[in-house]
């Protein structure tokens, strides 16, 4: 049984700071991607195998964000700097098949809502 449970969402003025975090297991495909109201669903984020650890950026997050694994927690994370009012959306962690299109991920988790004003 495949879960992914992200948190660490929340409110923040433009210019802060949040740290989101997910549980994550048994997978070599792991991504961030968030939906804001009325958009579709982007990739922010992707790392391609736990022993490589190669990463992969949105151009809109590029140099703000940075995404993480901790092995010995089974934790994913997306640290996210510089945060502007653009930025908010519903973040999901995700694991599939890799690279920042959602269509090739097939396990989500539930989603933590950044809001950023």
């Known amino acids: 049984h495949v879960q992914l449970v992200e948190s660490g969402g929340g409110s923040v003025q433009a210019g802060g700071s949040l740290t989101l975090s997910c549980l994550i297991s048994?997978?070599?495909?792991m991504g961030w991607f968030r939906q804001a109201p009325g958009k579709e669903r982007e990739g922010v984020a992707a790392m391609y195998n736990r022993l490589v650890l190669k990463s992969y950026y949105s151009d809109s997050v590029k140099d703000r964000f940075t995404i993480s694994l901790d092995n010995d927690k089974n934790t994913l994370y997306l640290q996210m700097d510089s945060l502007k009012p653009e930025d908010t959306a519903m973040y999901y962690c995700?694991?599939?098949?890799?690279?920042?299109?959602?269509?090739?991920?097939?396990?989500w988790g539930q989603g933590t809502q950044v809001t950023v004003s």
């Open positions: 995700a694991a599939g098949l890799g690279g920042l299109l959602p269509q090739l991920y097939n396990f």
């Open positions: 048994g997978h070599t495909y």
